[in-house]
């Protein structure tokens, strides 16, 4: 029975990775999503204040601050969840480069060539 319990352990332990992997996923999902809408609140502002200065003015204070609160809120959230999403991976042992690299690999560094004395 000592070769049942130890495949018993082994599915166990690759259900937990899996769903580590899964939870990390969705983490990472949510972080995304959360700096995207924070992306979206910082342009928003811009716009309002490139409108009120095109028009010859100033934003509205009431408008400023309700856009200004909305981008801190959006921020403060997208923070948390990179913050959640970067513990999760240091329990997991992966860092930001394991995740980054499996996802999407980079782009090549182009260097520029060395001047000549010509």
Known sequence: MAIWDKVKQG???????AQDVFDEGKLRLDAYRAREQADKAAEALGYALFRAAAA???LAPD????LMAALRAQDAEARRLETVLANARAANGTSAEDASSSAVPAAPVQQ???????
């Open 11 to 17: 599915i166990d332990k690759a259900g937990k990775a």
């Open 56 to 58: 010859g003015g100033e």
């Open 63 to 66: 408008a400023r601050e309700r």
């Open 112 to 118: 520029a060539a060395p001047p000549t004395d010509a």
